[in-house]
């Protein structure tokens, strides 16, 4: 089991879907997780498990009342990273320039959470532990092995995140990487960052969630079979082979095959 994660890492991540049963099908079809819509009283959230360990949550889209947003919000996975103060954290993100967007709030005796964006308009959730930490297991098949910002603004970005987490950034020491920015907690390199220029137009600024697999041709198949789309077909780069998709209700997310996978926080 992992955690406690240091804050600043990323722990956690969850999707925001209008067909929350068909979401986990197709996520349970392709990695292999188990997952059922959560009971009421939890708004119906599913904690989707591999190998009996938390891994990513599926949720409803869905106002704080019940009812379905009209017009609905886009399908797009959220990164969560850890803090050891949720209020101190949410208090720095309107100091340092970025927006709340769902305020600190407590999840049964699970933890604080609140969801911010940056100033350069990324949206980011926040994660302060109680008795839960977080993903139970990473950079296995299936499981999250990295998380990357993509901004128009990589200098504003890092003053943010130093801001609001006990984070730094560096440029990365991988050979043949040397335009990608790194974020560290003290000298572990935690998720990347790169400039907007590299993505198609109307791409908006965002996190984005890796999956490390065995196979990254099969999984842009099984991928493809079931409905969804590959945005950038498989291709080898510094750090292994990746390909960059999305579910059939437009939920992006990437895929690699990690030569050197990062070691659990």
């Given amino acids: ?31 292999g997780w188990q997952g059922e819509v959560g009971p009421a009283e939890q708004g119906g959230y599913s904690v989707c498990t591999l190998k009996g360990r938390p891994v990513a949550g599926i949720m409803k889209a869905m106002n704080p009342d019940g009812t379905v947003p009209d017009p609905l919000p886009p399908t797009a ?5 850890s803090t050891d103060s949720i209020d101190s954290a949410v208090k720095s993100v309107t100091d340092a320039g970025g927006s709340v967007i769902v305020g ?25 532990p ?22 128009p603004d ?25 335009e990608y920015i790194e974020f560290k907690v003290g000298d572990r ?32 198949a099984a991928v493809v079979r079931a409905g969804g789309t590959v945005l950038a077909p498989a291709f080898d780069m ?15 997310f990437s895929v690699i095959t990690a030569t050197a996978p990062e070691q659990p926080a």
């Fill in 1 to 31: 089991m992992n955690g406690p994660y240091k804050p600043g890492t990323p722990c956690w991540i969850d999707l925001m879907v209008p067909d929350q049963q068909a979401a986990l099908d197709f996520y349970c079809d392709l990695f």
């Fill in 77 to 81: 996975w959220t990164t969560y990273l």
């Fill in 104 to 128: 600190a709030s407590d999840v049964m005796d699970l933890g604080r959470m609140a969801v911010i964006s940056d100033p350069t308009g990324a949206v980011v959730g926040l994660w302060q």
């Fill in 130 to 151: 109680g008795t839960f930490d977080g993903a139970g297991i990473v950079n296995e098949h299936g499981a999250l092995i990295w998380s990357e910002l993509t901004t």
């Fill in 154 to 178: 990589l200098p504003a970005a890092a003053a943010f995140y130093s801001a609001v987490l006990p984070v730094t950034t560096a440029r990365s020491e991988m050979p043949g990487a040397e």
């Fill in 189 to 220: 390199a935690v998720g990347g960052m790169m400039d907007m220029s590299k993505m198609p137009p109307g791409v908006p600024p965002h996190w984005q969630a890796y999956f490390q697999v065995d196979d990254v041709d099969e999984i842009q």
């Fill in 238 to 252: 510094v750090a292994g082979r990746m390909a960059v998709l999305a579910d059939p209700q437009g939920g992006a």
